[in-house]
């Protein structure tokens, strides 16, 4: 296994009086696609939201290639290289999907050529959204608003992108054409920790998976492993 | 620039008021500025940031009274204006950090008692301000026709720092954030926009005018009383003036001041007995009819014409 990019160390957290997490330890390899499952309330997105810094931990740690950011805001995190695609796509909607594209470069000073090269780069790597930049994002299809988000996402150039929800109400063939997508993204050298409802898709895709139960680790390993585990099975499949 | 030299000639135009040496049409026009300085300070936290604040009162009264002490103790009447503009914004600040987490409903409510914790501790701490009774400020011993000059041009003068104010901010980088803020705070938060400190930075902005206002305020009527300068109405009007003209644009608030200062005055003169109802309806039938403000009907189908717009004008800002 390549050395750890992300390693989550009894991390807690919650909102108010309420805690959420009770101690996460998590691992992501440089290079690999992790996958988060649990049911509703287990603590995934919260989760997602104390790595990302949109909530601040109570305890433990999140080093990310050798540096502490447990803590931090999540400007300082998104730039070390985190980016997060949040559940829900939450576009800005009124403004254009390209003003949305180059919103995921907000860190990068404007006029950086590197913006144009990467806002290229995700057209193509999305046709739909190019022939749709000059239209306000709230237009788009749910699937297009999904690979808005995630275009999003990796014009910050990120090491680790983390993506809440992939498939959420969006349509099968939609849900394919995101997973391929994202397999492409991975193999062009980003990170990807996701969180999935639908379990067999996300153990198809990751090569890793951790289940999150109220708030902690249930068990984790290969994919292949995880998707034969008779917990598993009984709890998010049903056979 | 092609857009600023129109503004800029009003301005001058409204500026040569006196020429027409009506004492009558001076008070309006003062009271305009006054209104646009309000409305326009509204529109940084309200209409750019989405964040719908009623503490226009308590920065308004705040102001005035830190203007009034400090000239009743001698101080020097502009200095004392520029002191009530920085006990606001020190006074927004600090109440931004505390408030600004609330979102909604609930933000306006936090802001909307400010002005009424303000009222009361003003009207008890008596040996400072006087209390209930009021507070007198100093006579300034000029001729009538030139106090209600001076007090034209200086109201004047800060409607237009409020407005060059809003243009920055509407070009800038911080306004390009605000309305992000308001279009989604939590994504403006994951592609990096440091929404605490631009919402404190928006407050602050939003207070530093009417705190100035409120000062200025003081010295021109002499005499101020905390229900006179803490009055809810004082939160309520700059936002129906924003609406009225266009929230969120720079000269919208302007324009809703103007057409507020005019229906507000021509109601009340025709209709003595119910202008207050009429004044209401006729709000409620423009804001129904106008969702965008009077803006809004000139750009209904108006589209960003380049599409590198949100970047250049991000740029401008550096």
């Not at chain 1, 992939?166 to 969006?170: E, R, Y």
């Given at each position: 296994m390549a050395k750890p990019l992300l390693s989550v160390a009894g991390l807690e957290a919650g909102y108010g009086d309420i805690q959420?997490?009770?101690?996460v330890d998590l691992e992501v390899a440089e290079g690999d696609i992790v996958c988060l499952v649990g049911s509703n309330g287990a603590g995934k997105t919260t989760l997602l939201k104390t790595i990302s810094g949109l909530v601040k931990p109570s305890a433990g740690s999140v080093r990310f290639a050798g540096e502490e950011l447990a803590g931090s805001g999540p400007g300082a995190i998104l730039g070390a290289g985190i980016a997060q695609v949040p559940e829900g796509r939450r576009l800005f909607r009124t403004m254009s999907v390209r003003d949305n594209l180059l919103m995921g470069a907000y860190l990068r000073k404007p006029s950086d050529p590197s913006v144009g090269e990467d806002l290229d780069r995700v057209m193509q790597m999305f046709p739909r959204l190019a022939e749709r930049a000059?239209?306000?994002?709230?237009?788009?299809?749910g699937g297009e608003q999904q690979m808005c988000a995630i275009g999003r996402g990796i014009m910050s150039r990120p090491k680790l992108l983390m993506i809440d929800e992939?498939?959420?109400?969006?349509a099968p063939r939609a849900v394919e054409l995101l997973s391929e997508s994202l397999l492409e993204i991975n193999r062009a050298g980003t990170t990807v920790l996701l969180i999935e409802q639908d379990v067999l898709t996300a153990l198809e895709i990751a090569s890793r998976g951790y289940v999150l139960d109220r708030g902690r680790v249930l068990m984790s390993g290969p994919s292949a492993v995880l998707a034969e585990a008779p917990e598993v099975r009984e709890a998010y499949i049903g056979a | 620039m092609t857009r600023v030299l129109p503004v800029v000639l009003v301005i001058a135009l409204v500026a040569a008021l006196p020429l027409l040496g009506d004492n009558y049409l001076l008070r309006l026009g003062t009271m305009g500025a006054m209104y646009a300085v309000m409305a326009l300070s509204w529109n940084v936290i309200g209409?750019?940031?989405?964040y719908p604040s009623f503490a226009t009162a308590a920065f308004f009264g705040l102001g005035a009274y830190t203007g009034a002490i400090l000239q009743g103790a001698g101080v020097y009447m502009p200095l004392a204006w520029v002191a009530a503009c920085l006990a606001a914004a020190l006074f927004a600040g600090l109440l931004g950090l505390a408030i600004l987490h609330l979102k909604g409903h609930y933000f306006a409510i936090a802001s909307l008692v400010v002005a009424e914790v303000l009222l009361e501790i003003t009207t008890s701490w008596?040996?400072?301000?006087?209390?209930?009774m009021g507070l007198n400020l100093p006579i300034l011993r000029i001729s009538v026709d030139a106090q209600a000059r001076l007090f034209f041009w200086a109201m004047l003068a800060l409607a237009s720092l409020t407005l060059a104010m809003n243009w920055i901010v509407a070009n800038h980088r911080l306004g390009f954030g605000l309305r992000c803020i308001r279009q989604n705070e939590d994504a403006s938060g994951m592609v990096g926009i440091n929404t605490t400190l631009y919402k404190v930075i928006a407050f602050i902005l939003s207070a530093v005018f009417v705190g100035g206002a409120g000062a200025l305020y003081a010295s021109w009527v002499f005499y101020i009383e905390p229900p006179d300068v803490f009055a809810t109405l004082t939160s309520v009007k700059p936002i129906v003036m924003a609406l009225l003209g266009g929230a969120g644009t720079v000269l919208g608030p302007v324009i809703g001041a103007v057409l507020f200062l005019v229906m507000e005055e021509l109601v009340w003169r025709n209709l003595l007995e119910i202008h207050a109802a009429a004044l209401g309806i006729l709000i409620v039938i423009l804001i129904f009819f106008l969702p965008g403000g009077v803006l809004g009907l000139f750009k209904r189908r108006r589209k960003p014409a380049a599409p590198s717009r949100p970047l250049a004008s991000a740029e401008a800002g550096r």
């Open positions: 959420v997490l009770w101690g000059r239209q306000d994002a709230g237009t788009l299809s992939l498939s959420l109400g969006l | 209409g750019f940031a989405g008596t040996s400072l301000t006087g209390g209930g």
